[in-house]
C-alpha cells in the first residue's frame, strides 16, 4: 500500500459556488494583482475569490476557461507562482476550469533514508512469518521456542523447512508489490521512502501487517496517481501467480494444519482466476480448495499474497484502488469509496468475513475521499482508461467474499 500526503493547505472538499466574503483584505492586495498577471495567456478569469484555509496561507481561486492544454497550462503556472510563493492546482469546479493558488511553497526535501531500520524491520518480519508460516502449517510457535530451549533440532528444523517458504513466498509478494509503487514514484519525480516491513507477532496471524512506502510530496496529475496505484498490484501479481502454479506442484511437506483446525478453517476459497489457472495447469487436481490449505506453504502464500491484492484494490480512499478508480473517476470516486464501505461494514455484520469491518476502519481512518492532484484536469490518455478498465475486471477475478470456510 501506498500512502501519499494530501497537498498542503486543501482541504479534499468542493469549493463552494459562491463567493466568500471579504475577510478585512486591503482594498488592493497586492498578491492577488501578481496573481492576475501570472494568469495572462494562460487562463480567460470569469470570477475569482479568496480566503484561507486552516492554519495554512491565503488561498485564491480563479474560475473560467483555460486557453493552454491543462499539462502546459500548470507547467507555465509552477514557474510563474514560485517567485510568487505560491503554487497552483488545477481543477474543474461546477463546470468550469478552476487555478488555485496556494501561499507558500512547502519545499521538497529529499527522503531521508535509514537503511538499517528497513532491513531491521525486514528481518524482524521474517522471524515472525516464518514462526506464523510453521504454526499455520503444523508446528506451533509455542512448540518451537520449547525446542530451542531444549535443543531439539529436529523441530526447529521442521519449522525452517514448512515456514520459510511461507514467509519468503509472502514477503517476496508483499516486497515487489511495494517496489511497483517506489519505482513508478521515483520514474514521476516523487519523493518516496523505501517500503517499511510490519512484523505482527501474534498467534494465529500472517506474522506480518503487510508494507507501506510513504510518498512524501504531491503528486503531480492523474497519470502519475494511476501509475503509481497501479504498479503495486500488477507487479505482485506477477510474483504471486507463477509462485502459487509452483507451490500447487510440490509434495505436501507439512503435517496438520492446527492453527487452521483451532480456528474451525476447513478449506480456503479460491478466487475465479486462481481456479482458472490451477484447471489450466493442472486438469488432473481435485479438491484446490483444500489442496490449497494442506498442501506445500508455497501455495498457501501466493494465495494469501493474491488476497492482500484483491484487498489492497478495493476503491477506497487511499487503497490502491482508490488512487486508480480516482484517476479513472475524479470526484466521482467519492460515491464510489462510500458506496464500498457500506458494503464492507454489511458483509463484516452479517458475518462473510469478521475482516471486512477491519479492512473498513483502515479505510475510514485513512480517508476514503481521495484527495485530489495538482493538475486534475491532464486526461490519462486512452490507454491508461484500458488499462483501468482491465484492472477492474481483474479485481472481479482475484475477489471473494468469504475467504475462509469452515464446514
Known amino acids: 500500500m501506498s500512502l501519499p500526503e494530501s497537498p498542503a493547505g486543501l482541504t479534499n472538499a468542493p469549493f463552494p459556488a459562491d463567493p466568500a466574503p471579504p475577510d478585512d483584505l ?19 478569469v470569469a470570477g475569482e475569490y479568496h480566503g484561507r484555509q486552516p492554519n495554512q496561507g491565503r488561498l485564491y481561486i480563479f474560475r473560467g476557461k483555460l486557453t493552454q492544454p491543462p499539462q502546459r497550462a500548470f507547467t507555465l503556472l509552477k514557474e510563474r507562482f ?39 524491520l525486514l528481518l524482524l518480519t521474517v522471524i515472525t512469518t516464518t514462526a506464523m508460516g510453521a504454526a499455520l502449517t503444523g508446528i506451533p510457535s509455542g512448540d518451537i521456542l520449547r525446542a530451542i530451549q531444549t535443543q531439539r533440532w529436529h523441530i526447529v528444523w521442521s519449522a525452517l523447512r514448512d515456514g520459510l ?48 512506502i510513504f510518498i512524501k510530496s504531491p503528486l503531480h496529475n492523474r497519470r502519475a496517481l494511476f501509475d ?43 478466487p475465479p482466476l486462481l481456479s482458472a489457472l490451477a484447471g489450466w495447469v493442472y486438469p488432473e487436481m481435485t479438491n484446490l480448495d483444500r489442496v490449497v490449505l494442506y498442501g506445500h ?38 460515491p464510489l469509496a462510500y458506496a464500498t464501505f457500506a458494503l464492507l461494514i454489511v458483509m463484516g455484520v452479517m458475518g462473510a468475513w ?48 468469504v475467504p475462509f470456510y469452515t464446514g
Do not use: C, K
Not at 493538475?375 to 481483474?394: E, H, M, S
Open 354 to 401: 469478521i475482516a471486512w469491518l477491519i479492512w473498513a476502519l483502515i479505510g475510514f481512518f485513512t480517508g476514503l475521499r481521495h484527495p485530489p492532484p495538482q493538475d486534475d484536469l491532464t486526461p490519462l490518455g486512452w490507454w491508461r482508461v484500458a488499462l483501468g478498465v482491465l484492472t477492474a475486471i481483474l479485481f472481479a477475478l482475484i475477489i471473494v467474499p
Open 165 to 212: 517458504p511461507f514467509s519468503l513466498t509472502l514477503l517476496g509478494i508483499l516486497g515487489v508489490h511495494e517496489m511497483g509503487h517506489y519505482i513508478a514514484a521515483r520514474r514521476h519525480g516523487i519523493q518516496v521512502t523505501l517500503p517499511f516491513f510490519i512484523p505482527l507477532p501474534l498467534p494465529n496471524s500472517l506474522g506480518t501487517m503487510g508494507a507501506v
Open 82 to 120: 514560485h517567485p510568487l510563493d505560491f503554487r497552483p492546482m488545477l481543477l474543474n469546479e461546477h463546470g468550469e476550469d478552476a487555478v488555485v493558488a496556494i501561499e507558500g511553497l512547502n519545499a521538497e526535501r529529499p527522503v531521508r533514508t535509514r537503511p538499517w531500520l528497513h532491513l531491521a
Open 297 to 334: 506453504p508455497m501455495a498457501l502464500a501466493a494465495w494469501f499474497g493474491v488476497l492482500l491484492t484483491g484487498l489492497n484494490l478495493l476503491p477506497l480512499g487511499q487503497f490502491d484502488g482508490g488512487h486508480v478508480a480516482y484517476a479513472l473517476l475524479g470526484r466521482r470516486a467519492w
Open 228 to 270: 503509481v496505484g497501479l504498479a503495486g498490484p500488477l507487479a505482485g501479481l506477477l510474483v504471486a501467480l507463477p509462485l502459487y502454479l509452483i507451490g500447487l506442484g510440490r509434495p505436501q511437506t507439512v503435517g496438520l494444519p492446527l492453527s487452521w483446525i483451532e480456528m474451525g478453517i476447513t478449506r480456503v476459497s479460491n
Open 26 to 44: 486591503p482594498p488592493v492586495d497586492p498578491r492577488l494583482l501578481a496573481l492576475r498577471a501570472a494568469l495572462a495567456g494562460i487562463m480567460t
